[in-house]
C-alpha cells in the first residue's frame, strides 16, 4: 500500500482545557523516517544530542536542569519501515506551560539551525555504539533485530555493522 505524507502547513497549537488538574503535557510532534531512510543514523545521533540521550540530552539540560520547570523532556524517532512520527515531550506546572514551551521550542529551533556540537556528536556516537552489544545478550535478541531489520527493509549487514555506521556520520550529517 501506498500512503501519502500529510500535508501541513505552518504551526497548529491544540489545548485541551483540564482546570482540574495542576500540571500541563506538552507534546510536539512532525513527521519522522523510515528506519531505512539514508538519513536515519545521523538523525538518530542528533537526536540523541537533542532528546533522546536521557540526562545528557539538551532538553533535559535545558529544560529542567537549568530551567527547573520539570522532572522529564526527551525527544525520539519511531523507527518504522515507513516513516513513523518524531516527537518532543515534557511536562510542567501549569503556571510555567508557556515558558517552557519557548524553551522546548526553542532547542527544537536552535538543534534545527546549529545541530549539534562535535562534542555531543562523537559523545552520541560512543554511547550508541558503544551499548549495542549490550541488546544482544540472547540468541533470542539476535533473531529480533535481524527480523526488524527485514521487516523495516534492512539487511543483515545493517545488524551487524551498526557500531561502526554510527561512528562513521560525520558532523555534517548530523546537522
Excluded at 4 to 19: H, I, M, N, Q, S
Excluded at 60 to 70: H, N, S, Y
Excluded at 75 to 89: I, K, T, Y
Excluded at 136 to 148: A, H, N, P, V
Amino acid at each position: 500500500a501506498t500512503y501519502a505524507e500529510p500535508a501541513w502547513k505552518g504551526l497548529r497549537l491544540r489545548l485541551v482545557d483540564k482546570p482540574d488538574q495542576s500540571q500541563s503535557q506538552i507534546r510536539i510532534g512532525h513527521l519522522g523516517l523510515r528506519h531505512a531512510a539514508a538519513d536515519f543514523l545521523p538523525a538518530k545521533l542528533m537526536n540523541y544530542t537533542l532528546g533522546g540521550g536521557a540526562f545528557s540530552s539538551r532538553l533535559m539540560k535545558v529544560i529542567r536542569a537549568e530551567g527547573g520547570k520539570t522532572y522529564g523532556a526527551s525527544s525520539r524517532f519511531e523507527a518504522e519501515r515507513l516513516p513513523g512520527a518524531f516527537r518532543a515531550r515534557t511536562f510542567t506546572r501549569n503556571a510555567e506551560t508557556e515558558t517552557t514551551l519557548k524553551m522546548l521550542t526553542g532547542e527544537l529551533r536552535k538543534m534545527h539551525d546549529q545541530g549539534p556540537s562535535e562534542i555531543e556528536l562523537r559523545d552520541a556516537q560512543s554511547n550508541l555504539a558503544g551499548s549495542y552489544p549490550l541488546s544482544f545478550q540472547t540468541g533470542k535478541d539476535q533473531i529480533e533485530s535481524l527480523l526488524r531489520a527485514e521487516l523495516h527493509g534492512l539487511d543483515d549487514a545493517f545488524v551487524r555493522d551498526y557500531p561502526v555506521r554510527v561512528k562513521a556520520v560525520s558532523m555534517e550529517e548530523a546537522k
